[in-house]
């Protein structure tokens, strides 16, 4: 689907996200919504008014570098057990079940993100850092009474957006689905919908272990949801065999609550696993009810902005679930197909975009608050960078290996060749939204590192008319085989789109963004890339299997055709000296070394 979440691109990162956990912000101790604030707001200053960017600390790099490091092999491994989990679901569940359970799994994520996800990077997390660094007692006391009042607030929403379950699916579901299909998916949602409590109450506590410093639980925490729903999908081939051949109306009740219930315990565990951590890190959640003491009127107006934001999204996303919800036969990428490539997607996106933004916000934000823009510009650009280098290759392995990766992830059960067959052909088209993704992402966290949360919702409007007009053109324009694929191309376009908006504006807040490097490097990588798609077609070609690979084939081209593709790449990226290759590569060696 859609991403759903912070910045002009949506996207969950919790992250989002699945379950893919927000980030960390840090500023210093200036008060919330100060004069900095309104600064950042107004006409931006042609340059940085605290002149050049001043010298990093080595510890500080290092610091940054590591925390990098080990969210990101928290967030692959976590992705890794997660693609084996959706294998499994789709194996499990087949396409005629598994579409209306993707469709049921969407929605607790679309209303969490209009409750919390966005306003949660945007605006209570550098809240919390500012008040950690203010406050006498470290912001405890305050982030006790906001984590009390959230807790409420997202319990009574859950509890009214449960009961509503009905008006949800009926607007979510289109009219040609198959019998059966929108009350399938209603009696999921009333399982399925809790989730959001939970959802929201592990992205809370994520929230207070990275502003603490602790980026490690949050990031691995997702791996016991995975594990669950693994077992629920075990447990449902023991006791009834897989979905194959089932139709939306002969779910038995039975099912429906092994599956359902399955997937909101997944995520209970997830919560309740990061609890440890916040003893670790020397918070003690006590019961504050003091809302008035929150100040909650100055929150208000950036979370305000926020939920325009979101609330715009949600209309994309809603009719990504319907349109796809409608498209029916064998060999034609519907809801399932689509959500499998996000996944695939957001893994790359989660595993280097997240983890570089969520190490480089806490330096945005505090070089924001002090007024230092060169600061700002500097980290956007290193981390746009950076992040497009290790970036490009994955997309290169997507657009040459989307067929053999999707036979070899997702065939099997009851999900047959044609299904996975047509997931690898959006998979192709989805190599093209991973960079302008990633790159809307940065810009985004850097207008929150500078409260532009306003900013962020006015960028958003355009981007998602687009989309949503693109995703007409595309649901008229061609078949329903080619439906999915098109959608997917109509967000890259949004994130490109997106991504030019963002650095626009931000040029005119804090001046001078260096994209004069930045296109230097991105040329450069673009040569790289070339080269390993260059080499990654020609090994395929020669491979067994062909263009149509069956799921022994598919796996041998995936294993010498992926690893060909990287090592081309590597090695054009090193003739061509891309700082970044090396960055990276050192990055992940003094890692290993300590």
Not at 240 to 253: N, R, S
Not at 283 to 300: I, Q, S
């Amino acid at each position: 689907m859609p991403p759903t979440n912070a910045g002009p691109t949506g996207g969950t990162v919790y992250g989002r996200g699945s379950s893919n956990s927000g980030g960390s912000g840090s500023s210093s101790g200036t008060v919330y919504g100060s004069s900095a604030t309104a600064r950042t707001e107004g006409t931006a200053p042609g340059a940085d008014p605290a002149g050049a960017p001043r010298e990093r600390p080595a510890e500080e790099s290092r610091s940054t570098a590591g925390n990098s490091v080990i969210m990101a092999a928290g967030s692959l491994v976590s992705r890794l057990i997660g693609f084996v989990r959706n294998m499994l679901i789709g194996m499990t569940l087949g396409k005629a079940i598994g579409d209306p359970y993707t469709s049921a799994q969407f929605l607790p994520m679309q209303v969490y993100e209009m409750l919390l996800g966005g306003v949660l990077s945007s605006v209570l997390i550098p809240l919390l850092v500012r008040r950690s660094k203010a406050d006498p007692d470290g912001g405890e006391l305050f982030t006790q009474r906001l984590l009390t009042l959230a807790v409420v607030a997202l319990g009574a929403a859950t509890a009214l957006v449960t009961v509503a379950a009905p008006v949800i699916t009926a607007v979510q579901s289109s009219s040609r689905a198959p019998a059966g299909y929108q009350d399938l998916v209603t009696s999921l949602s009333y399982l399925m919908l809790p989730i959001i409590f939970f959802t929201g109450l592990s992205a809370l506590i994520g929230a207070v272990l990275n502003v603490r410093g602790h980026f490690a639980a949050p990031m691995w925490a997702p791996i016991l949801n995975n594990l669950v729903v693994i077992a629920t999908c075990g447990a449902f081939i023991l006791f009834f065999g897989t979905a194959d051949g089932l139709t939306p109306e002969e779910m038995t009740p039975g099912r429906i609550a092994l599956i359902g219930g399955g997937t909101l315990l997944g995520m209970v565990v997830q919560a309740a696993g990061l609890v440890p951590a916040l003893r670790k890190v020397g918070f003690t959640w006590g019961w504050r009810w003091n809302p008035r003491a929150l100040g909650l009127g100055e929150v208000g107006g950036l979370a305000g902005w926020m939920l325009v934001y979101v609330g715009v999204n949600q209309i994309s996303v809603f009719l990504v679930a319907r349109v796809l919800s409608g498209i029916g036969g064998d060999g034609k990428a519907s809801l399932l197909a689509y959500n499998n490539v996000f996944l695939l997607t957001m893994m790359a996106h989660g595993i280097i975009g997240v983890s570089v933004m969520t190490a480089l916000l806490p330096k945005m934000s505090a070089a924001a608050a002090e007024g230092r823009y060169a600061d700002v510009s500097a980290d956007l650009s290193r981390g746009i960078r950076l992040t497009t280098t290790a970036l490009a290759p994955i997309c290169v392995v997507y657009g040459v290996l989307g067929v053999p990766i999707s036979v070899t992830l997702f065939q099997g059960g009851a999900l047959s060749y044609d299904q996975a067959f047509a997931t690898g052909g959006v998979l192709a088209v989805a190599a093209f939204t991973v960079i302008p993704l990633s790159v809307s992402y940065l810009c985004t966290y850097a207008f929150y590192a500078l409260q532009g949360n306003r900013t962020v919702a006015l960028i958003n409007v355009p981007v998602v008319a687009l989309r949503i007009v693109g995703y007409l053109i595309v649901a008229e324009a061609l078949g329903q085989s080619l439906t999915a694929a098109g959608m997917t191309g109509a967000n890259a376009v949004s994130y490109l789109v997106s991504a030019l908006i963002s650095l626009t504006v931000l040029r005119r807040r804090i001046g001078r963004l260096n994209l004069g490097s930045v296109a230097a490097a991105l040329l450069k990588v673009l040569a790289a890339a070339a080269v390993a798609t260059a080499a990654g077609l020609l090994v395929v070609k020669v491979l067994p299997g062909g263009d149509t690979p069956e799921r022994p084939a598919a796996a041998l081209q995936v294993v010498i055709g992926g690893g060909v593709v990287m090592l081309a790449y590597l090695g054009a990226a090193l003739l061509l000296k891309v700082r970044e290759v090396h960055q990276v590569i050192g990055m992940v060696r003094r890692k290993i070394g300590r």
